[in-house]
């Protein structure tokens, strides 16, 4: 079988470099979120400035923003494509933003707390610690997805102004005070966060961002003097055993299915425009950046089928990843049928994926590029 999808790009690895080496219509109250203003004070750029000529009503209200959850902002939010709730808002995301996505996410999000051993990089406990008189610390979550992670910011620091961006509304009705949820395509600009926040951070997005290179340097201005910037993706690149990567096409089906699979996820964010060799590129783009320095890249190879090489540790996790690679297998449904792959085919290679995985005969891998640093107290003029 044959089929006529443009192949992924491959780029070239990059080494470890540690710091200093490179449902009903009701709109009563309790279906209403109200987010409360994030900022002492008012922005430092006008929350609709912009260098891009858009309509002003798909952007998030600033400083307040007030959002029914009923059946007339899910139509406005959400469409619904091959079964799954997906955005409204952007043609290069197409992962879903349901209720079901959100679980999977927050489950992941307590993977990474295992994996990394922490809820944050070192530095941000020092950075969002309230010792500024006069200053409110901010915190920015760009594409938060169920909005585990700003929550803990929210929870952990309640002096705290939190601000969370996706392209659909956080729903938890745990939603701390000092959080606000803003819906937005981040392809769109940042200029009216400018100046705004002590920590930018940003978590596998890369599959609905176009230039990822410019997003980084949007955030350099976002950031205030000093603010730290907490980056994280995924390749899209599946590995064998020795962290080679498994190099497949998308004209023919074979083994392994997992790799297989991800290959077609993979080809169909790309051909939507989607940034995925960002995670490649993410430690070269900061370092290179005159506005930050202290640049740290970490690297984490997360079993998908482990290897009996492994150690403890990894092999501790492999129950949450093997949850997440079933719910994971689902979540890429609108993405790859919406490139054109049949149903059928699609189908019969997630089951072949899934026993593949449930099997546990070829180890297979992805690995997770993380990089923060500090943004300099004086910027070098350009």
Sequence with gaps: MSFHMPSPTLKCDVS????????????SDANSLTFSPPFSGPPSVSSSLTSYEVDP????????????????????????????????????YRLPGDDEEFERLDKQHLMFIEIMGEKFPPPFREIMADNVPGERKACLDLGCGSGSWIM???????NCNAVAVDLVPMQSPQM???LRSEVDDINLGLEHFYGDFNVVHARLMSSGIKDYHRVIDQISHVLRPGGLIDVAEFDFYPYNEEHQRILLDTHSLRTPWWAQWMTFLASAARARGGDLDAATHLYDWICGHPAFEDVVYREFWLPIVPSRKDSPALHKITRFMTEDVEAFLKSGRPLILGSGLPEDVLFDLEEKARKEVYEAKIPQYTRLQCVYARKKHLTPPP
């Design 16 to 27: 470890y470099c540690g710091p200093s080496s490179p449902e009903s219509d009701d709109d």
């Design 57 to 92: 009503s798909i952007r998030s209200a600033s400083p307040e923003s007030v959002l029914s959850i009923g059946s007339s902002l899910q139509a406005q939010v959400y469409r619904h494509e091959y079964g799954r709730g997906v955005n409204n808002y952007s043609e290069v």
């Design 152 to 158: 803990d910011v929210a929870r952990e620091f309640p």
């Design 176 to 178: 701390p005070s000092n």
